[in-house]
């Protein structure tokens, strides 16, 4: 059975990370065991210049895992290799409760929309972008058909993304 997804989008600085990580502490706490997967626009690396692991991959190793008694972590190199799809990398992932993706704002599944001020863009995703199910905004959005909650409010948003996932069936009327 594949996990359950649920993404957050948004332009730069839109409050994306610092939604996904409240969610994830408020799911965590609830009880929920959840994954995630951060995409990155830009070069980015895990591993520091000097670590072994650094320097198997720096020798051409295609695959290094690093192993401890705390935590394991497999880096894959792409060398001329395109980025994997994402369900390529959800295929990857320990079965869970709920995968919360940060990021793949033109990837199909649903998402709620991050919005700011002081965002790089403020050009709204929603409607142009089906598959926001709902925002979260540090101000007023007033022709919104959607559900619209504050981007500070992560109570009501684990709330409804409980319900949207099917993790918690909505109360009875």
């Not at 050009?123 to 709902?134: G, H, Q, T």
């Amino acid at each position: 059975m594949k996990n359950r997804v649920f993404g957050i989008t948004g332009w730069k600085n839109s409050g994306k990370t610092g939604l996904t990580v409240r969610l994830v502490e408020e799911l965590t706490r609830r009880g929920w065991r959840i994954s995630t997967i951060k995409h990155a626009h830009h070069i980015f690396d895990i591993d520091r210049e000097g670590t072994d692991s650094f320097r198997h991959r720096q020798a051409g190793a295609s695959e290094v895992a690093i192993v401890s008694g705390n935590r394991w972590a497999l880096m894959h190199e792409l060398r001329d290799e395109p980025e994997p799809e994402l369900d390529t990398v959800l295929d990857r992932l320990s079965p869970c409760d709920l995968v919360i993706i940060e990021g793949y704002k033109r990837e199909n599944h649903p998402k709620l929309e991050t919005r700011r001020l002081e965002s790089k863009d403020r050009e709204p995703m929603a409607p142009a972008n089906r598959s926001i199910v709902a925002i979260a905004s540090d101000h007023s959005i007033q022709t919104e058909s959607l559900p619209v909650f504050n981007l500070d409010d992560t109570a009501s948003i684990a709330d409804f993304v409980e319900r949207y996932t099917g993790l918690k069936e909505p109360p009875a009327p």
